[in-house]
């Protein structure tokens, strides 16, 4: 786990590229984007009284990988649901920092509020945004969760590290559906995770046959940075791989029932998509 520290305040920078991105329609139907936008920019209007944005990285590369005859799921959702595993461990922070310096006020937040985590996370030294738009560690490549510890609290603040992306444009020449429109800036709804995810309706024909059999999510961006040459194998439990992530061929995951999909991935990120959601996918990718 990484840990980098931010004074609370209005994200001046942040403001209007995000005004740009909701105004030119980049987030779909994630309209939930739209809501709480001064919120979103300043999480002093979200916990009252913050002072420091505590931003952590948490890796989840895993050891081993999906069978070749597989659908494909992005890494982060092989094991158990990350949004439960690190919450405990953001109350446990806060309960440590509370034991060590008295009445602290805070709240945790994974992925779960209107919090821009890449945008903090960047601010407090942990990597910089890289042109896929993720957070990019010289030391840890990508592959990782973002949360945060806001709290009341004056602290020592880290600064921000500079952009090593360069000249190199693997992410955006490996994107199936060209949904990094152009550097640092990426079109939510075009992208593979947000078709299999996040979309409630039916997945339009205009990008069919271009998902490379990805099922959930999608990792390619990821997958082709060099950054990520370095990733090593996560030491959390929790978030190793459900037995039939590994396992199951496309065959199975076609044969796969609601009762067997509620039973086997009730912990699981799987579960965001529903079963119905997996069988839309899945009968979107089969020839």
Known sequence: MSCGISKAGFLEEEAPRLEAWLNQNRHGEMRYMENHFDKRLDPTKLVEGSKSVISLLLNYFPKQQQREDSYKISKYAYG??????IKDKLKELLFTIQD???????????????????????????????KHSNLLSKQAGSFYFIAELIVDLDLDYDTPVTDHCGSCTACIDACPTQAIVEPYKVDGSKCISYFTIELKNEIPSSVSGQFDDWMFGCDVCQDVCPWNRFSEAHKEPLFDP????????????????????????KKSALKRTKFEGLRRNITFLKP
Do not use: C, M
């Open 100 to 130: 060590q310096i008295g009445e602290v006020h805070g709240r945790a937040f994974v992925d779960s509020a209107p919090v821009l985590d890449k945008a903090w996370a960047a601010k407090s030294g942990l990597g910089w945004i890289g």
């Open 242 to 265: 459900n037995p039939q992530v590994l396992s199951n061929s496309k065959k199975d995951w076609e044969e796969v029932t609601k009762e067997v999909f509620s039973e086997i991935f």
């Open 80 to 85: 158990t649901d990350y949004h439960s595993v």
